[in-house]
C-alpha cells in the first residue's frame, strides 16, 4: 500500500519492523510504535499509518490523516476498521471496533486518525428478545408472527439468533425462522431448539423488523422463542 497524499504526520521509534501502509500503534510499555491490533489491548487504539518505514530502533513517518492508494474491492463510501490482524485495516468491523476511515473509491482509503471518539469502541453488540411468539399455521408457507412493532434508531446488524419452541416440529418436519426475509434459525424434527451463529444481516435504522416462521406440519403452531444478538454498524 502507499501513501499518495499526506495531511499530518509525526515521527515515532519503531518497536519492530514496519512498513509503508502498517497502521500503527503507540505501546504504553516503551512509547514505540508498533503494528496495532484490535484483538490486543495494548496495541490499540491505532493512531496512524505508516508513510516511511524502518527497522526496530528507527525514527518512523506516521500519518495521522492520509490517502492511501492499493487496495482492491472496498466498499465505497463504506468505513474502515483497525483489523485483529496486526497492521491491518478491515471494511468488517471486529468486536472492538475503531474506525480510521473510509474507503474513497475501490482501492483508495482515506485515513483520519485525529477526530476525537475514534478510539472508543464504535460498535455495540446487544441482544432483542421475543418471548412467546405466536401466530402462524403450520402449512409451509411464511406466516408473519403476532408480536410487537420492533424497529432501530441506528443501523444494526444481525449477527446471531437462537430459537425455542414449545413443542418439537416432529419427525421429518422444519420450522424456518425468517428476519426480513432472510433466515436466521432452523428447528426440526424432535428438536426444539435452534440456531446460527454466523449471520450477517443489514437492518437499516427505522426499518420495522419483520419475523416469519414457516413449518412443514399442519395444525396451530407452538409458541417461539426467539433472541437475535445484533451489532451496531458505526
Not at 403450520?138 to 413443542?167: C, E
Not at 420495522?208 to 444478538?229: F, K, W, Y
Request: charged share 25%; aromatic share 6%.
Amino acid at each position: 500500500m502507499g501513501i499518495k497524499r499526506g495531511f499530518d504526520r509525526f515521527s515515532a521509534t519503531a518497536g519492530e519492523a514496519l512498513s509503508e501502509g502498517d497502521i500503527v500503534a503507540l505501546k504504553d510499555a516503551d512509547g514505540e510504535a508498533y503494528k496495532a491490533d484490535a484483538n490486543d489491548t495494548t496495541l490499540r487504539p491505532a493512531v496512524g499509518i505508516v508513510g516511511k518505514g524502518g527497522s526496530a530502533d528507527d525514527k518512523v513517518e506516521i500519518w495521522i490523516r492520509a490517502i492511501a492508494d492499493g487496495y482492491s474491492s472496498l466498499a465505497e463510501g463504506g468505513a474502515v476498521y483497525l483489523s485483529e490482524t496486526a497492521g491491518d485495516e478491515t471494511q468488517t468491523a471486529p468486536d472492538w471496533a475503531q474506525k480510521i476511515g473510509a474507503a474513497i473509491d475501490d482501492d483508495r482509503i482515506l485515513f483520519d486518525f485525529s477526530a476525537a471518539g475514534r478510539f472508543v469502541p464504535e460498535a455495540r453488540t446487544f441482544c432483542a428478545t421475543m418471548p412467546r411468539a405466536t401466530g402462524w399455521t403450520k402449512d409451509g408457507a411464511d406466516k408473519a408472527l403476532d408480536m410487537p412493532a420492533l424497529a432501530f434508531p441506528v443501523d444494526v446488524k444481525v449477527v446471531r439468533a437462537y430459537a425455542a419452541v414449545g413443542t418439537a416440529p416432529g419427525s421429518e418436519k422444519t420450522l424456518t425462522i425468517k428476519v426480513n426475509t432472510s433466515e436466521v434459525a432452523e428447528i426440526a424434527g424432535t428438536a426444539t431448539t435452534g440456531d446460527d451463529e454466523d449471520l450477517d444481516i443489514d437492518i437499516t435504522a427505522g426499518t420495522a423488523v419483520a419475523v416469519t416462521a414457516a413449518e412443514t406440519a399442519s395444525g396451530s403452531a407452538a409458541n417461539l422463542d426467539l433472541i437475535l444478538v445484533l451489532r451496531t454498524q458505526e
